[in-house]
């Protein structure tokens, strides 16, 4: 019998997001409790010039964050390590500033997400609306070639849920050729740049109720041997570790054996798989 061992949850916020709850403790004992031994926090970063700034932590709490982290390390020693990260937005022109961020602390992955198309917020309830006067289709495309952009810029360890453009249902149209190449294009931008794709649960508990990404992505990164994480995106102590055996057997059943751990930026493969 095959059998899937627990692997890292490289997804994880705090309430200086302000959306989230719970202490670094709280997440690191909730993963304790689930039988995980490595998490990642990775909190919405600041960003320049108010970008989002209702939706992530202030460039001015990044230092309490880091105390309250080292903290927590020290506390889990030899029960849970706890890797230093940040879940990075990604837009064009947000270059500078990301190297600032990456250059301000010996982080272990620097996750880069996309949650806006131009100023919309396509992943934000309060902006949900917009899919009902624009073109579902162009917004998919668009959506995956930031992904791209994000994935060649160089700048991250790992890619957040890459298609959260599916969040709340919109779908492009069945068969939509322009957006299968969008798609391919960034995972070919993503095998090129050497960056691993996170495999999310949270689309489970959202609108689509899906895993980001779908399945036929999944099955094409595996073909490309892109390498994975995996991550709840957890915004309370209890979704740490949530359908992680239901993401693990997607990747599975495309042939993918190991998942990615990082240790300051550096990173390693692991098999998940276990014969018992
Ligand atoms: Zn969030
Ligand atoms: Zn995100």
């Given at each position: 019998?095959?059998?899937?061992?627990?692997?890292?949850?490289?997804?994880?916020?705090?309430?200086?997001?302000?959306?989230?709850?719970?202490?670094?403790?709280?997440?690191?004992?909730a993963a304790?409790?689930?039988?995980?031994?490595?998490?990642?926090?990775?909190?919405?970063?600041?960003?320049?010039?108010?970008f989002?700034?209702?939706?992530?932590?202030?460039?001015?709490?990044?230092?309490?964050?880091?105390?309250?982290?080292?903290?927590?390390?020290?506390?889990?020693?030899?029960?849970?390590?706890?890797?230093?990260?940040?879940?990075?937005?990604?837009?064009?022109?947000?270059?500078?500033?990301?190297?600032?961020?990456?250059a301000?602390?010996?982080w272990?992955?620097?996750?880069?997400?996309?949650?806006?198309?131009?100023?919309?917020?396509?992943?934000?309830?309060?902006e949900?609306?917009q899919?009902?006067?624009?073109?579902?289709?162009?917004?998919?495309?668009?959506?995956?070639?930031?992904?791209?952009?994000?994935?060649?810029?160089?700048?991250?360890?790992?890619?957040?849920?890459?298609?959260?453009?599916?969040?709340?249902?919109?779908?492009?149209?069945?068969?939509?050729?322009?957006?299968?190449?969008?798609?391919?294009?960034?995972?070919?931008?993503?095998?090129?740049?050497?960056?691993?794709?996170?495999?999310?649960?949270?689309?489970?508990?959202?609108?689509?109720?899906?895993i980001?990404?779908?399945?036929?992505?999944?099955?094409?990164?595996?073909?490309?041997?892109?390498p994975?994480?995996?991550?709840?995106?957890?915004?309370?102590?209890?979704?740490?570790?949530?359908?992680?055996?239901?993401?693990?057997?997607?990747?599975?059943?495309?042939?993918?054996?190991?998942?990615?751990c990082?240790?300051?930026?550096?990173?390693k493969?692991?098999?998940?798989?276990?014969?018992?």
């Amino acid at each position: 019998m095959t059998r899937f061992l627990p692997v890292p949850d490289y997804h994880m916020h705090t309430p200086r997001c302000n959306h989230a709850k719970g202490t670094i403790d709280e997440y690191a004992q909730a993963a304790v409790d689930a039988g995980l031994t490595e998490i990642g926090m990775s909190d919405h970063s600041p960003m320049p010039n108010g970008f989002d700034k209702a939706w992530r932590m202030d460039e001015s709490e990044l230092d309490s964050f880091l105390e309250e982290l080292e903290a927590a390390q020290q506390k889990f020693k030899g029960k849970l390590l706890i890797k230093a990260a940040l879940e990075v937005d990604y837009y064009e022109g947000a270059e500078a500033y990301i190297q600032y961020l990456a250059a301000y602390y010996d982080w272990d992955y620097l996750m880069g997400s996309v949650h806006f198309i131009g100023d919309w917020g396509f992943d934000n309830p309060d902006e949900v609306s917009q899919f009902e006067h624009c073109d579902i289709e162009q917004a998919y495309i668009d959506y995956f070639r930031l992904v791209e952009l994000s994935a060649a810029s160089g700048l991250f360890d790992s890619i957040g849920h890459p298609d959260l453009i599916k969040k709340f249902g919109h779908r492009a149209p069945t068969g939509s050729v322009a957006v299968l190449e969008a798609e391919n294009k960034m995972l070919q931008a993503v095998k090129q740049a050497d960056v691993a794709l996170e495999i999310s649960s949270a689309g489970l508990r959202k609108p689509v109720k899906e895993i980001y990404p779908h399945v036929g992505m999944v099955e094409r990164a595996v073909a490309l041997g892109i390498p994975f994480v995996y991550g709840s995106d957890a915004h309370a102590p209890a979704e740490v570790g949530h359908a992680m055996q239901t993401c693990l057997q997607l990747l599975h059943q495309f042939g993918a054996v190991e998942v990615a751990c990082f240790h300051k930026r550096q990173r390693k493969m692991f098999s998940f798989v276990e014969q018992v």
